[in-house]
């Protein structure tokens, strides 16, 4: 699915150049045809994928992702669910993330069920699960006024709220390691022995405190870049697009000893082998 999304997005640059050219052609042949005025100073080429890429940027583009990520997800991905859920227990202590939670028990509860549709008595948990940019694909509405919830499409946004609570730890699966009760993150005796923690990770207990310090390196660390950058010779600042840095590629470093020994070693037991 990526590859096919990169290959359809050609990212086109120097627009603002671009815009300039055009409306400079543009004026010193007001009555010209494009193919004799705009085609010799922007190739057709050009054009397409910029009107391409004005397209795959903004919704059209982010349905077409959603789309093929629900065409693989309902011909193969689907059907793992059922087994992973009655597999895995997920808790949250955060009552924010609780719908979360109501809404992985809903997808249990109906994993036997071969019905489009959730059924009109059913509570469906809407807030805090379903992100705004396709809530129109998960919550339809005929033409009578009735509200239907799609369930594939609220199952993808299920997975999705749960894939970002599994991230930050605000949902977390009972018997995990990597995805534990973040309160185990922490000493048993955290909150009668906190002070000396802190003291051994070097940090303040004042929040206000570690703030300023955090503050503090920053702008020592933005003002150390302001007054080295055109001094450096590695760095380049550009005119591009309002500015850019450019950066020189690091020297080559020699090969290490080790590496040359394994090759050579490679080549004498397998001679024909490509490293």
Partial sequence: MEKELLNDF????????????????????PDGTVKEVIYPVVGENTLENLVREFKQTGTAYREKVYTVM???????????IPILLSLLEFRSNNQIHRPVIEALEL????????????APDETVPLEGVIKNPFSELIVETTSEGTVKINRINYELAVLQALRDGLRCKE??????NRYRNPEQDLPT???QQKEVYYQALSQPTDVEEFI???QGKMALG???????????PAVKLLTKNNGWIRLSPFEALPEPLNLR?????IEQRWPMTAY
Avoid: C, P
Wanted: no cysteine.
């Fill in 261 to 265: 020994h394994l090759k050579r070693e």
């Fill in 171 to 176: 949902i977390w699966v009972v018997g995990a």
């Fill in 222 to 232: 933005l003002e150390q870049l302001n007054k080295g950058l055109n001094k450096n």
């Fill in 70 to 80: 629900r065409s693989f997800y309902s011909h193969h991905y689907r059907r793992m």
């Fill in 189 to 191: 005796d955290f909150e």
């Fill in 212 to 214: 300023l310090s955090l």
């Fill in 107 to 118: 997808l249990k509860k109906y994993t036997q069920s071969r019905e489009r549709y959730y």
């Fill in 10 to 29: 050609k990212k086109v640059s120097g627009k603002t150049g671009l815009l300039f050219q055009l409306a400079e052609a543009a004026l010193d042949k």
